[in-house]
């Protein structure tokens, strides 16, 4: 593409993203953020950041800078793309640049991430009636194995019981699997997409090292950025959906109470391309409960009681993610007037306008 097209398709994609922020009816304590290209990608200050947030210099993570307020103390790395909300790690699509003498932080990942973690809100579209659990694998497919369980297994065993649990909550649950037969990933998905105000939470463990060890939750990665666990690198190929505030919001509900409950490694929030998570129309996670390579790890992961404890955290998750983010049962309209409620778009968009530096 020529230079000039380029500069001048950059710019219209500025003016379009300033008419959507200006339309979510927020406007940044400065009025205007600042964009500057680093590298092909829009970043702004965390210096702007902090101010947006009335954030203020904190004590937090050794090595990182830390910045709070209230109840938030938000930790980062220079060229680092681990992000840490009170010390829950978060993987950021793109890493923290220093420009200057200022630290930066991708646009994309202040809508898509940072925001409604730190802003959690109703969403206009969120309603939740029923769960979607999704044991992974199953069958001839075993996923991971060692001496002492089978990840189909496991997986299985966790979903049966957050079933008893979500529904003593009062949740409709839908399994994609109840028993050990194969389906097919895009049958997965067709599942998730045919149940109306739901969310899907596709359940796993994992696999690498012998000393690899931890939980980890994946969320879809954010239209036109890539990840880890991509299966392209062209970002005009990468779609998104329109569940990036809730999917994160799920994530941040059921993970933090996880790695809280079980004292696990905390490998994090990250972002990635799974084909269950790619073309889901409803809020989604794929969540890791632990290393099944690991051998000290998966002894704790076949006890009935520990599975009793992830099934747990799940449900508490999920419970907390209908208090904060969905829709409550009364009316749309009786909720709009509701006090202190601030509604988020779908995208996640609501922290102001942008405008290019010069």
Known sequence: ????????????????????????????AQGVWVVTDIQGVDYVKLSDVWKFYRFTPRMGRPGCVSYGSGRHVVSLKANQQDFYVNNYRYVLSHPVREHGAELMISAIDMRKLVDPVLRPRFSPNARLRTVVLDPGHGGHDAGAVSAYAKEKDLNLAVARKLRRMLENQGYKVVMTRDGDY?????QRVAIANSVPDSIFISIHHNSGRKAAAGIETFTLAPQGTTSP?????????????????????????????AIRSSGAIDRGIQRARFSVLCTIRRPAILFEGGFVSNPAECR??????????????ICQGVVAYNNTVCRPARSVAASNTGAGRVRTSISGSRVGTYSRKK
């Open 182 to 186: 194969f389906l097919t990933l895009q």
């Open 300 to 313: 704790k992961m076949a006890t009935s009681a520990y599975q009793n404890m992830l099934a747990h955290s």
């Open 229 to 257: 666990f991509a299966r392209t690198r062209r970002n005009a190929d990468l779609a998104g959906n329109n569940q990036d505030s809730e999917n994160i919001a799920l994530a941040t509900a059921v993970h933090s109470r």
């Open 1 to 28: 593409m020529y230079p000039r097209m380029r500069r001048y398709l950059h710019y219209l994609v500025t003016v379009l993203l300033a008419l959507l922020l200006s339309l979510s009816g927020v406007v940044c």
